[in-house]
RNA sequence: GGGGGCGUAGCUCAGUUUGGUUAGAGCGCCGGCCUGUCACGCCGGAGGUCGCGAGUUCGAGUCUCGUCGCUCCCGCCA
């Protein structure tokens, strides 16, 4: 029954074959989607990773033939050798590619049984995730997400070709590295040679790519795995993909221009629409300003609009009071939502105590008059201001935001969001990129007290702003720049600092004192003495990039065997305890083991 | 760390609100019949630790508590 493949050799794909090759002797092999047996004459819709071909089995043709081909059940892989014929008339499949012709089989090896699948191999069968994971082998031969893997396999050929074809390097780095301070938390790796100590697997190449910069290599690339050890979201996962990149002797426009050239390439490649750069600029404050968030999707507008100014001094104290407490008052106005019910409303209100606002208020605007529970502790005066500002005109609804920038911005962003999708203001087929410039290089941690590097401590500060460095940290900006996609962050980077005292006076600024900063970074602080080039780069999300290249919604369906939300792989059960003499050697002790 | 959703046959689900006979359906699977189907058709059949564990009760898929897993989100992710 296990056949070998004897003298037979797949002579084309299962989506090759049509009228024109009527006649021809063809050898297919691939699994048998379905199995259709009319007691006389047998059908196979026999798969491949290209496509379907049917398969026929006659008793009138050939019956030892057609004898064999009793045994074949669902995702049997077999191989069949027979000629192409034209399908007789009226019995054409317009949905099937090949469904002109079939293949009349003379020659029949099964090459392998198969247990009944867990699941059907089609697309419309919506599985359990669980089984899918557990199964991932199989639930891999469902055509869509074969056709995401490949497509993924052709996007990231298209930015290898690219960049090779732009003078970058593929230039290896390491995966067993050195934890550094800041940033996520890293995955730990005990090492068996120095008991006690452990290697970090990489955020990303960050360090080495600076290093191949000061050693001379000029242009790098790779496409790679960064490892991050916190909670995963339907967009992130433990270990992911970036395509990386850092050149020599240039600013942020040569930067920016190389990776738009990537990103034409990409999207020219898996012929999903052109992507025609240059992209759209929006600086951090403008788009914090219109859109609430740092990424912005601007396939729609329904902006934000602060109006701390006019309700200042408000008869409405949860408006003015939070203005004298340094909060903002913005508001977002939906137009023609006036219909919106109460419950509506309140689920609204929901929605934003996620951003831990405090509250949502709105205005229904009718003709000649506004309906809502606030509109009493406005003057004459701040209603017409607000009705200017915000364009109100009968038949709107308008909600409001008030607290600290950082949850209003959060909270209506969001919101923003939400309706965008509610009310259909989104072209599902757009394609719409900004880059975001100019972010503030510095943020204050409330809990820790202390300055945190908004993007990456090694991150150069606007030179005019270098002054500030001691004065007022937060004022400055940074030379980093995100680009941005569909409201989705698909890459981001920066001019490097490439001097060494630069990068002491910012990892001073950042609370680390000489002792620290020289046991931490003192290889790359060396480094940076030893004739560093003025240099930068940027790194993509691989997998975020093909969610949406895939038009899919989790980064699970673009990824071969992705792990679960709380980082295990279903199909390996990792990860595993360790066997007290694998502890042993690497002279570890696990404190306490829970369940059995 | 926190909040929401889900877990019943191989798969998708109904049944849970209001506890009560032997837990159902479709698909799939197995067997039989069938020579032109392509979601083939017809007939018959098998298949269940109702995620797991306690508790309440004469009686639990159904109520209570706990727990595990998957998922979405907040925090977190420079």
Known sequence: MNDTLGDM???????????????AQVVLMG???????????????????????????NPDRNAAVHEKAHAIRSEYVIAVR???????????????ATGEIEVMVSELKILNRAQTPPFMIEDQVDVNENTRLANRHIDLRRPSLQKNIMMRHRAAAAARRYLNDQGFLDIETPFLTRSTPEGARDYLVPSRLNPGSFYALPQSPQLFKQLLMISGFERYYQIVHCFRD???????????????????????????????GLIAAIFREVGRIEASPPFARMTYQEAMDRYGLDRPDTRFG??????????????????SNTVKKGG??????????????RKEIDDFTDFVAVYRAKGLAWIRVKEGEWQSPITKFFSEEEKQAMAARLDMQPGDLVFFGADQPVIVNESLGQLRNHLGKKLGLIDENAYAFVWITDFPMFEYDETEKRYQALHHPFTAPAEEDLAKLASDPVSMRSRAYDLVLNGSEIGGGSIR?????????????????RAEYEEKFGFLLSALDSGAPPHGGIAFGFDRLMTILCNTSSIREVIAFPKTQKGACLMTAAPASATPAQLSELGLKVRRVEQS
């Open 328 to 341: 903002i008052v913005k508001a977002l106005n939906a137009r023609g939502c006036a219909g919106f019910t």
């Open 9 to 23: 050799r797949r002579s084309h794909h299962c989506n090759a074959l049509g009228a024109a090759d009527a006649g």
């Open 230 to 260: 916190e909670d995963l979201r339907a967009d992130r996962q433990p270990e992911f993909t970036q395509i990386d990149m850092e050149m020599s002797f240039v600013g942020e426009e040569d930067v920016m221009a190389e990776a738009e």
């Open 82 to 96: 027979g000629v192409v014929e034209k399908r007789p008339e009226g019995m054409t499949n317009p949905l099937l």
């Open 497 to 513: 600092i490439h001097q060494k005292d630069v990068q002491v006076r910012v990892l001073e600024a950042l609370g680390m004192d």
């Open 31 to 57: 699994w048998v989607q379905r199995r259709r047996d009319h007691g006389g004459v047998i059908f196979i819709d026999l798969r491949d990773r290209e496509g379907i071909t049917q398969v026929v089995f």
């Open 302 to 319: 329904l902006e934000l609009c602060d109006i701390s100014d006019i309700v200042a001094e408000s008869g409405f104290n949860v408006f």
